[in-house]
Structure formats: C-alpha cells, structure tokens
C-alpha cells in the first residue's frame, strides 16, 4: 500500500496524515488549497487498480454519494478515476464512529439511542428516495460529531435501485454481523435490507452487543438466517417494551415483516418518544402482559397511535376579593390638658386601623391578579412539539387544551411538510407559568390547485399547460407504450387530482424509436456535463441559476431523471450554481436572568461579533428572540450578558429556514463579568485545540494581542495544536484586555 502522506493530488490536494484504513481504500485528511479547507481524500488501495469489481463499487460510492445532499450523510466535494490513482474528497469530519462510541459506554440510554437512531434512518431515508440502497449499515460506518450529530457514510457497495437488481448468487456482500439475510443469501435486495441492519445497530445500541457473533464469518451467517435473536429485555430488563418491539419488527428474517420504509420506521420511533410507555401491536411479538388481541391479518393492523400525555397542572382556585371596609371618621383634635395625653393618643387608633384596612384590600387585589394570572401557579414544562404535525397532532388534542398555542405559518419551506412543527418557543422542556403563550413554527401552507388534462397532447404543448397552471415538469419517456411519439401517455400526480402550487408534474412520453439514456449530469461543472451530453447525441440549455456552496456552474438538478430515455436531440434543461451559498434565517430565542438590572449584550456568530445584534437588554426573565441570517453549516452563536456568556446554539444555514440546535443557557452572574473601568476579562484555557480555534476563542473573549511560538514536532496528529498559553490559564482568572498572549503551537516537520 503506497502511503501518500505530504504528497499533492492534481496539484490541488496536500496529504497530511492517515485516519483511516479500510478493506479496498484508505482515507487520509488533506487540505484543500483551492477552497481553503480541510477534506477527507479516499484513496483505492493501489493492488485494487486492476481488479474490475473493486472498481466497479468504488465508482459505485461516488456515484451513489455525489446524488445525495443531507445534513446526516457525508458530502462529496470531488472524483477523480485515473488509471493508476482513483479518489474521492469527502467532507471531514471530525468525530468517532457509533462502534467507538458504544465501546466507550458500554450501552446507550433509550433516549440517546432514539436520538442518534432518529438521525440514521432520515438519512437513509433520503438515500433511499434518490434510488441509493446502502447496504454496509453498521455502527463503523457512522461518525458521531462532538455536538451529537450523526454522519452517515461509506457507500461502498452501494447500489442504484432501479439498476442492479441482485447480487450473484452466492455473493454476499455486507458485514456479517449486520448483514440482511437476503443479503447473506445473495438474493436481490431493496431498501427493507437497510431496515435490518438498522435493527441490528438499534440492537447493539440498546444492550452493548450483537445479536448473533460466532466464530466465523459463516457461522454468524448461519445465524442471520436461522436463529432468532435473544430479546434486548432480556439482557436489559429496563429498556422500554415499544422501544423492543420497534428493534424485533426492524429485524424480522421475511423483509414483507419488517418496516417497509424508514419513514415509517421513524413514525413508530416519534410515536414512541412522545409516549415512552406504548406498545404496538405486532403479531409476530410476545408480549408478557398483552393489552389487546392480536389480529392475524397483518395488513389490516394498524399502527398504535397514543395520544401525547397531557403536561401535570397545578394551581389553586382564584379567591374572593374582600371588599373594601369604610373607615370610621377620626375624632377633632381638642386642645387637652398634659394628664388628659394618654386618652389623645387613643384617638390616633382609627386611623391606623383604616390604613391597615386599605392595605389589606390592596394586597387582596394583587393576589387576586396574581392567581388569575397564574404568577403562584406550578410552573409547567413545554412539551417537545418539534416534528409533530400541527394539525393532525396538537390542534384537536385534548391533551394540549389548557396550553396557550399560537402558530407562525410565515416561511415557505421545501424541507418540511405541511403542518409540520420545525421550531418552537419557548424550547421544549422549558418550564413556563400555565399562561405563556407558546408560540409553534410551521412552513407557510402551499396553494393547491387541479393538475390539468394533457394526456394525449404532444409534450411542448403539455409543458405550455403544466408550467401555465403554476406546476414544474420532468418528462420520463417510455418505450414500446402503443401511442404517438413525443405524445403524454399520463402525467404523476394523475389529472384532475390536487398538489401543491410549484410542485413537479412528471410527463410520461412516448419515445421515438431511437432514444439513449440520460448521463448523470448533476455534480459535474457546465463544460464536462456538455460533453458528456453531447457523447451520446443530447445537448443541454441552462434554465436558471441557483443560490449553492457548490461551485460556480456545477450542475444542481435537470429536468430529465438519469438512465430515462430520450430521443436523440434531446436538450436537458439544467439548473446550475451561481456560486452563492444559500442563505437563511434562524429564529433564536432564549429565556434572560431575573436580576432586575440592566446588562451589555453581544451576540457573536462564530467569531464575528454582530454588531447590530448587541444591545443594553434589562434582565427580567423574559423571553428574548432575534433572527440572524447565515449560509453555513453548523455554524456557532454566542450570545454574552456582561462579557458572560450565557447563551450558545448551532444553528444550520443549510436549511430553510434554518435550524437552531444544541441550545445551552449557562449561569449568569451579577457584576461577574468584564470589569469596565480596569478594562479586564475572564481569561479562557486553549491548550489543546487549534491555533486558529484559540485565536477565536481569545478575541471573542476580548483579547487581540496575540503572539504565536512555533515548537517542532515529528507527529502529524498533533500540528497545529497549542501547547502552552502564557499567562497561564487561571480558574475565574482574568487579564487586562491589552495582556500579551503567547501561544506555544506545534509544527509538523518530516
């Protein structure tokens, strides 16, 4: 194996270090020089350049990765299929994998299992919907980012859905302990194949183990396609029923058994963690204390739906108001002679008691306010309605009728159903007194309107109509269908049915008798996707231009599906980058400090503090929220009180709208942050991290004199990293803002 270490790929891409090793490829973290970033490169091993197979599946991951884009699958920057070196550059990340993960822990919790598992199967999902069938689903090929965020890749033996159909017969491919036993006996295989080894993570998650290990590798097989596994209770009496029988009916041997999508995988999951006590009826599950018959029709068993428990109130009934008592009228004082004092002392006592009177009434009001509007109430907790349907979950359910719901429908969004909640404030599990108002974010609803008739139409006519009445379009042509060529045979969605204004229609046509397939387009600069157009007798127009991290000109979407034949002639419309990434908005929102004073506020996103963002806030203990704008990826915010910080969040501008995550609000205290008059600050610890993490750290925390101090090291892992920071670092230590800080940071030198 040739190591490459220091070398650079096509001028472009500098090798530092090796991070991981793999049956046909080793993966080595570079830089790339052009985009100024750090990426993982793939490398095939050098003594599979000659071996077709091997070949094959590593075009195959690229192939299979380059279509997908979601924020839990590894992206693919760029290929390259020379003879005597092929690669993939890949997104780096940096992180473990769920294997290390659970050797570390042991087992995991129920409610990190459903977290990470959640993040897995939308993952697989969208591969699944772009035609991608993974096929290697295991705990080594997931990375688990520091902040909880789950990455799927590898796609090695990944194959296309609508391309190969089954493996050769006795081929398995796949890890044996994660393997599908239609896999294990080299039968065709479709995305239910997944659906098992998602099982067998969710397994291995919940109890610490696989559910079969043996031997060898055929023992395990053997396993796979025999025996059944012991149940997770079994090992571990307190991992909840629903959540078992959610990892029994993902592994069950018949694929017609199991989940028959990931989507529906995940509502049992939803379902479940809304109501951890749940049981589902599934025929094939022993239950020890059934709560209802078991019906052996599978097909018309439906899934239970529990409504969400109702959130615990308390409060106490309002009181009656005492009314207001008449004060008795105070006597005239009379000039009286000094022994007769102590009898016009008593003279006062009216009069204090009317004064108490009122008070009494006064303070009977004000708790009388005070119980109606719920100030003395138990405080309750914000249910989590993220990913809930509002309309078919919350608005009708008795369970959220005392709460004070009030719904913002004012983004358009692609990435989120109608109705579906993608934010909420305050934030789940927050607590509020029984009167707060809780305010649920739900993408704008889409107009819909009736898909027109244009079966029999030649499709130029057909896409006049289509695109007239507010719809997209793609064309699919079909060979041998019997009708005119060129002519729509019939449109998905049919005509005369509903969808959503801005939709696709897709236009089945007729083919003429010469047609060739669609080459895959999408990923490739303008000029390669031209060429590879023109190779087969097609040609391409651009039809618009789009907001894109990718770079300029690269090809985001065309109108015709790959492999689907067209005639000869045919131009694809094609939609390419501008190379402006997507920009959108996140909602933040937070809870202040009850002090009853004023505080500075800076709010920094990254290292860039935002000044228009910053204000003098008075610290009440109400909600504050403000919206920030961004087109990046995990991207940090900061928000400070005093020069603390006591708000963080990532937030991903990917989406849209963008999605807040990972919230944590941190103790403030009074008068405890930077000292104005003296100009000094707490002063933070960056040993250990990047130098270009401890600049930001530093100037975020307002220290700018900044000196580095190289130190040489033979070891790749550790460049870059600080070593040592003078002064050093104190705990609750602080500086004057104008300290000299020296920075000791290894440098890597072979």
């Known amino acids: 194996m040739d190591n490459y270490c220091g070398k650079r790929l096509d ?163 796949g890890s044996v302990h994660y393997i599908s036993p239609e896999q294990a006996k080299g039968e065709p295989t479709d995305n239910k194949a997944d659906i098992y080894s998602v099982g067998v993570v969710l397994y291995e998650m919940l109890t610490g183990k696989v559910p079969f290990d043996g031997d060898t590798a055929v023992s ?34 018949r694929p017609r058994d199991r989940y028959q999508s990931a989507s529906e995988m995940l509502m049992d999951l939803d379902a479940f963690r809304r109501n951890p006590q749940i049981r589902f009826n599934y025929n094939y599950f022993v239950d020890e204390q059934p709560t209802r018959n078991v019906q052996t029709n599978r097909a018309q068993q439906p899934r239970a739906q529990q409504p969400r428990p109702a959130q615990p109130r308390t409060g106490q009934p309002r009181p009656q108001q005492r009314p207001p008592q008449p004060q008795p009228r105070p006597r005239p004082v009379r000039e009286e002679p000094q022994e007769d004092e102590e009898d016009s002392s008593g003279s006062a006592l009216p009069i204090i008691g009317g004064i108490i009177g009122g ?60 109705g579906e909640v993608y934010d909420q404030s305050p934030s789940p599990h927050v607590k509020i007194r029984p009167k707060e108002e809780i305010t649920l974010y739900i993408p704008k609803s889409r107009e819909n309107i009736e898909v027109p008739d244009v079966y029999t139409y030649t499709f130029t006519d057909a896409i006049t109509l289509i695109e007239g009445a507010g719809f997209k379009y793609q064309m699919e042509y079909e060979k041998d269908s019997g009708a005119p060529e060129k002519t729509v045979i019939r449109t998905d969605p049919e005509r005369y049915t509903w969808a959503a204004k801005g939709s696709t229609v897709i236009l089945h046509v007729a083919a003429a008798s010469d047609t060739v397939a669609v080459p895959k387009l999408v990923g490739y600069d303008l000029q390669t996707a031209r060429e590879l157009a023109q190779s087969v007798g097609l040609d391409i127009e651009v039809t618009e231009e789009e907001n894109s991290s990718e770079n300029k000109d690269v090809v985001l979407r065309m109108n015709y599906r790959e492999e689907s034949q067209v005639p000869k002639g045919t131009v694809i419309g094609v939609v390419v980058s501008n190379g402006k990434p ?132 033979d070891d790749p892992g550790k460049a870059e990293m600080v070593t040592q920071q003078m002064p050093p670092y104190k705990i609750l230590g602080r500086q004057n803002f104008s300290t000299e800080i020296v920075l000791s940071v290894y440098t890597y030198e072979e």
């Open 11 to 173: 001028g472009r891409y500098e090798i530092r270090e090796i991070i991981g090793v793999g049956g046909m490829a080793v993966v080595y973290k570079a830089y790339d020089n052009i985009d100024d970033r750090i990426v993982a490169v793939k490398i095939l091993k050098d003594e599979y350049l000659t071996n077709a197979d091997f070949r094959r599946r590593f075009k195959n991951e690229s192939k299979a990765i380059a279509v997908l884009s979601h924020p839990n699958i590894v992206k693919v920057y760029d290929v390259s299929f020379g003879d005597r070196l092929q690669y993939i550059v890949m997104e780096y990340i940096e992180g473990i994998t769920l294997k290390e993960y659970i050797g570390q822990q042991g087992q995991l919790s129920w409610k990190e299992t459903v977290y990470f598992l959640t993040q897995i199967l939308r993952a697989l999902q969208h591969a699944h919907d772009k035609g991608i069938i993974h096929r290697d689903v295991k705990p080594q090929n997931i990375l688990l980012l520091e902040n909880g965020t789950i990455k799927v890749t590898d796609f090695g033996i990944a194959r296309m859905a609508h391309s190969e159909t089954s493996t050769a017969a006795g081929s398995a491919v």
């Open 220 to 253: 395990v097989a053997l396993m796979q396609l025999q025996k059944e596994p012991r149940r997770p209770r079994e090992i571990d009496p307190k991992i909840p029923i629903g959540l078992e029988q959610i990892t029994m009916r993902a592994m069950q041997k």
């Open 359 to 418: 008070m009494l009434v006064l303070a009977a009001i004000i708790i009388g306010f005070c119980f109606a509007t719920g100030v003395f109430a138990e405080k309750i907790e914000v249910p989590d309605f993220t990913g809930m349907n509002y309309y078919e979950e919350i608005r009708n359910n008795s369970a959220y009728a005392d709460l004070h719901i009030r719904i913002n429908d004012s983004v358009e969004s692609d990435t989120y159903k109608e």
């Open 582 to 713: 997507t920009e959108s908005t996140a909602k933040v929102s937070f809870r202040l400090p009850n002090t009853d004073d004023d505080a500075p506020m800076k709010v920094y996103l990254g290292s860039e503090l935002l000044s228009d963002k910053s204000k003098t806030l008075h610290l009440d203990g109400s909600t504050y929220e403000f919206e920030v704008t961004g087109n990046e990826e995990g991207k940090k915010l900061t928000v400070k009180l005093s020069d603390q910080t006591y708000y963080e969040c990532l937030i991903d501008f990917t989406q849209t709208p963008a999605k807040v995550t990972s919230e944590k609000t941190l103790e403030y205290v009074p008068g405890g942050g930077v000292d104005v008059i003296s100009g000094r600050g707490p002063y933070p610890s960056v040993e250990g991290v990047t130098y270009d993490e401890a600049c930001d750290m530093l100037h975020a925390a307002g220290f700018n004199n900044i000196k580095r101090n190289d130190i040489a090291t």
